[in-house]
């Protein structure tokens, strides 16, 4: 049987425990021989095997497992979760059915948010107990910023690829032009003129287009 270590009393009748400097005084390897028990009582720590299980002593059998109900939009979905678990650890488990990272989600409770540190059982959430999660406001802003910088390159890269394939074609020309002139034959100047001003438009629209660094490489590639 695990031995019983009082507290001293002989700093003039006082019971609130030992002292600050007897407390540090002790040594490392003397404390690591106690446990505290639940009840407060310090007792001395019986031999563990490799498992962490006390010697002689069954391992305890982990926690149950509940079933919460979770809506999220117009869909309430079912997990199964430990019943000492954190909402933390119930947002990763939820993330592959909303589609919502775990730091995207804020989960409520009795009309309350919770937070990711704070234990189930703790608030009562017990098997069949019902959560709303919702999108984290901040989230859906940075979504939107996301969407609306998608749509603009998408815009530019529509309007970059097809002055693209109208100066494709001038190239075209202007080879022509450069193998005539070359082998000695005349050009029209207006051919000329016609070609340097379509150019000149394409090149217009192309500065118009605006670009970020996602797609402005096209663009002075043009």
Same mark, same amino acid.
């Given at each position: 049987?695990?031995?019983?270590?009082?507290?001293s009393?002989? +700093?003039?009748? #006082?019971?609130?425990?030992?002292?600050?400097?007897?407390?540090?005084?002790?040594? &490392?390897e003397e404390?690591?021989?106690?446990?505290?028990?639940?009840?407060?009582?310090?007792v001395?720590?019986? +031999? $563990?095997?490799?498992?962490?299980a006390?010697?002689?002593v069954?391992?305890?059998?982990?926690?149950?497992?509940?079933?919460? $109900?979770? *809506?999220?939009?117009?869909? /309430?979905?079912?997990?199964?979760?430990?019943?000492?678990? /954190?909402?933390?650890?119930l947002?990763?488990?939820?993330?592959?059915?909303?589609?919502?990272?775990?730091? !995207?989600?804020?989960v409520?409770?009795?009309?309350? !948010?919770?937070?990711?540190?704070? %234990?189930?059982?703790? %608030?009562?959430? *017990?098997?069949?107990s019902?959560?709303?999660? #919702? &999108? +984290?406001?901040?989230s859906?802003?940075?979504?939107?910023?996301?969407?609306?910088?998608?749509?603009?390159?998408?815009?530019?890269?529509?309007?970059?690829?097809?002055?693209?394939?109208?100066?494709?074609?001038?190239a +075209?020309?202007? /080879?022509?032009?450069?193998?005539?002139?070359s082998?000695?034959?005349?050009?029209?100047?207006?051919?000329?003129?016609t070609?340097?001003?379509?150019?000149?438009?394409?090149?217009?629209k192309?500065?118009?287009?605006?670009?970020?660094?996602? /797609?402005?490489?096209?663009?002075?590639?043009?």
């Amino acid at each position: 049987m695990a031995r019983v270590m009082h507290r001293s009393s002989s +700093d003039g009748g #006082s019971s609130s425990g030992w002292s600050e400097a007897a407390a540090a005084a002790a040594g &490392e390897e003397e404390r690591a021989g106690w446990e505290v028990r639940p009840s407060g009582m310090v007792v001395q720590a019986r +031999d $563990r095997g490799a498992d962490g299980a006390a010697a002689g002593v069954p391992p305890r059998p982990p926690p149950p497992e509940i079933r919460v $109900r979770v *809506k999220y939009g117009a869909a /309430t979905h079912e997990v199964a979760v430990s019943s000492i678990a /954190t909402f933390g650890e119930l947002k990763k488990a939820l993330a592959p059915r909303t589609g919502l990272q775990p730091s !995207e989600q804020l989960v409520t409770y009795k009309g309350r !948010e919770r937070k990711n540190s704070e %234990f189930l059982d703790r %608030f009562g959430v *017990k098997n069949k107990s019902k959560l709303v999660v #919702s &999108e +984290d406001p901040a989230s859906l802003e940075r979504r939107y910023i996301e969407r609306q910088r998608n749509a603009r390159i998408q815009n530019a890269n529509r309007a970059i690829g097809a002055i693209a394939l109208e100066l494709d074609k001038l190239a +075209d020309q202007v /080879t022509s032009i450069e193998k005539s002139v070359s082998g000695g034959s005349k050009v029209a100047e207006v051919q000329i003129t016609t070609l340097i001003e379509l150019l000149m438009r394409h090149a217009v629209k192309l500065e118009s287009i605006p670009a970020d660094a996602d /797609t402005s490489s096209q663009k002075n590639l043009q």
